[in-house]
């Protein structure tokens, strides 16, 4: 007969590890609780055998009541899966599922209805998305966030590989146009999101939803989806690129008055020119004026002096007419005299 080690036992059955890691899921006896070293029928073998399956027991009653029982359920990685129920998987350094726990109420209810204890950890994530009670929250959300946390980096590395491969699949297979994220995350976002009363997924777009909006509480978004969040967040930046817009359509008003202040000003500026040219206008017509008076004046000086000179010249021509006459009077009285 084979002895197996009990890990879990759930309403009528109880989970147990047979040597060499294989679970089997038996009805449970009244009495068994786990840790028990427990016999799992088999059929009837040799003494020989037998006398190896009690050394087998021998050594798995050391396991259980040495050190090997912690050294099972210790954890070695914690898986987050969240949809809209966020749910947690504790695993153990053989990457098997040791214990899950839900952080909402849906959660709560996907976890009644499947049993994860002792899966592989890619296996058991698969288990919960592609589940009956899983599938409608998955089919009404397109947005799934997984996280592995692990103080040992390669565990952390593999093990969102193998989730990867596992969980993409169904994910693809139930929601094509579904967006599924694979996070590594550290103690400390733990730790916060823990606090928050969420699991570090969930805690991630909190974080963003907190930048994007710094005045909002976000334990007051806790109990919602990943979609819900990331809608909440869209909204924010929408709203913030609207009024940055807006303000930009301010400044551009602004600095259309400063267009028109400079286009007065250019105007005062023509305005001014434009005196400056009338001016100058001014200043030609009344130079031209004074030529033109000048001018007169010298034409008129001209005219004085041609008259002038021609009154000289009519005088000089009638004082010589004078001479002429007098002196013909004088010849004419010298010959009288005669």
Known sequence: MKMGIIIEITGKEAVIMKNGGDFVSLPAKEGWKKGDIVPIKTKQRSRRFLTAAAAIAACLCFVVTGGGYHYYYAQAALISV???????????RLDRVTSSSALNEDGEALLSSVRLTGMECGEAVKEL?????????????????????????????????????????????????????????????????????VTAGKYIYLQKLEEAAPETDITQYSHCSIDEIKEHI???????????????????????????????????????????????????????????????????????????????????????????????MGHSDSGHSN
């Open 82 to 92: 969240d949809v809209n129920p966020s749910i947690e998987l504790s695993v153990n």
């Open 234 to 328: 869209s909204n924010c930046e929408n709203r913030h690129q609207t009024d940055y817009e807006e303000s930009g359509k301010a400044g551009s008003g602004s600095k259309y008055s400063g267009a028109e202040h400079s286009d007065s000003r250019h105007s005062v500026t023509e305005h001014l020119d434009s005196e400056h040219l009338d001016s100058e206008h001014s200043d030609s017509e009344h130079s031209d004026l004074e030529r033109s008076d000048l001018e007169h004046s010298d034409s008129e000086h001209l005219d004085s002096e041609q008259s002038g000179s021609r009154h000289s010249v009519s005088e000089k021509s009638n004082s010589e007419q004078s001479d002429s006459e007098r002196s013909r």
């Open 129 to 197: 998305l592609q589940s009956e009670s899983g599938e409608p929250y998955l089919s009404g959300n397109k947005n799934v966030v997984v996280t592995v946390y692990s103080a040992n980096e390669a565990r952390q590395s593999r093990l969102l590989e193998e989730i990867r491969e596992t969980a993409d699949t169904t994910v693809t297979t139930l929601r094509p146009d579904g967006n599924t994220e694979y996070r590594a995350v550290t103690s400390e976002e733990v730790e916060a999101a823990h606090s928050c009363g």
